[in-house]
């Protein structure tokens, strides 16, 4: 029986120890509830060898305070406690408006986050999660899918896509479209700003506040028009700053700052369908700022 909870020790620790996630402390329970097996084996032990009870009873005693002093193994204390970053990224790929038949794919961790809120929230059940984390199979994954005509949903981007269909981001998710048939809906405040001699126009946006554990978060969705080809590949900025213009720290000290290209790298805008509109969204944690200060979101490009 001790050699059977000795392989089930080891293979989840093999498991936990190569499969990078951030809680990897979720995959090593099944560790620490057999090494307490083993524990509770030899305090038995040490209780059978010793003849004396007396002996028996101060061993035992030594066993269970050097295990509660945390003596063996323990490392530095983390504070995750307002640590929520992976839940609400999980609850914001659910909270997508998924159409029906919708298909997201993604790694496995993300697609596991998925399924959780799926199952445990009912948060979106039209979506199939896709499961591959091989990069060199994600461009094939995507052709087949689109083929078969059904809306499609990624994670992150994919070599080997870009100029070949469009873009729009929803949430933290970009959906798929066939080349220049894109839509997108109206924005809440509408704009006429050229970026490149009129080849490139931001023609609106929308802003949100999202009220989410551990700290709010602002949400930019920019909405852009490629009139024709764009000769460069933009990138956007976005920081919280002050009456004087300079950036407002967050809660850890540090700016609060926002520096990505559009379409989480899925495609550059160079590489956008001329005629097609792309929406771009952008999630700015604002913890730790001061309610009375007033504050402006700056977006550069």
């Known amino acids: 029986a001790w050699i059977f909870v000795l392989v089930?020790?080891?293979t989840n620790l093999l498991f936990a120890l190569n499969y990078r996630v951030g809680d990897v402390e979720v995959f090593l329970l099944p560790v620490l509830y057999c090494a307490a097996i083993f524990v509770g084996g030899g305090v038995g032990l040490v209780d059978r060898?010793?003849?004396s009870r007396?002996?028996?009873?101060?061993?035992?005693?030594?066993?269970?305070?050097?295990?509660?002093?945390?003596?063996?193994?323990?490392?530095?204390?983390?504070?995750?406690?307002?640590?929520?970053?992976?839940?609400?990224?999980?609850?914001?790929?659910?909270?997508?408006?998924?159409?029906?038949q919708s298909r997201v794919v993604g790694l496995e961790g993300e697609m596991t986050a998925l399924k959780y809120m799926q199952q445990a929230e009912g948060l979106g059940r039209a979506a199939?999660?896709?499961?591959?984390?091989?990069?060199?199979?994600?461009?094939?994954?995507?052709?087949?899918?689109?083929?078969r005509g059904l809306p499609l949903f990624l994670t992150r981007e994919v070599a080997g896509i870009e100029t070949r269909y469009s873009f729009t981001g929803e949430g933290p998710l970009v959906r798929?479209?066939?080349?220049?048939?894109?839509?997108?809906?109206?924005?809440?405040?509408?704009?006429?700003?050229?970026?490149e001699?009129?080849?490139?126009?931001?023609?609106?946006?929308?802003?949100?506040?999202?009220?989410?554990?551990?700290?709010?978060?602002?949400?930019l969705v920019l909405h852009w028009l490629p009139t024709d080809t764009v000769a460069q590949d933009y990138k956007v900025s976005l920081r919280v700053t002050d009456a004087?213009?300079?950036?407002?720290?967050?809660?850890?000290?540090?700016p609060l700052i926002v520096d990505a290209f559009?379409?989480?790298?899925?495609?550059?805008?160079?590489?956008?369908?001329?005629?097609?509109?792309?929406?771009?969204?952008?999630?700015?944690?604002?913890?730790?700022?001061?309610?009375?200060?007033?504050?402006?979101?700056?977006v550069i490009v």
């Open 8 to 10: 089930v020790l080891m």
């Open 49 to 51: 060898l010793v003849g």
């Open 54 to 100: 007396t002996v028996a009873a101060a061993g035992q005693m030594a066993l269970v305070l050097l295990l509660a002093s945390g003596v063996p193994g323990r490392g530095l204390l983390t504070d995750r406690h307002a640590d929520w970053a992976a839940h609400n990224a999980a609850v914001a790929m659910a909270k997508v408006d998924f159409p029906p």
């Open 128 to 147: 199939t999660p896709i499961v591959e984390n091989d990069p060199s199979q994600r461009a094939a994954l995507v052709d087949e899918v689109m083929a």
């Open 176 to 195: 798929v479209w066939p080349r220049g048939a894109a839509t997108t809906a109206a924005p809440s405040v509408p704009l006429d700003l050229p970026v």
């Open 197 to 219: 001699d009129a080849a490139l126009t931001v023609t609106g946006y929308d802003l949100m506040r999202l009220d989410q554990p551990g700290a709010p978060a602002l949400r």
């Open 244 to 254: 004087a213009g300079a950036p407002v720290p967050g809660a850890d000290g540090t």
């Open 262 to 298: 559009p379409l989480r790298q899925v495609a550059r805008t160079s590489q956008w369908a001329p005629g097609a509109p792309v929406t771009d969204v952008y999630d700015l944690v604002v913890s730790g700022v001061d309610a009375t200060m007033a504050t402006t979101l700056t």
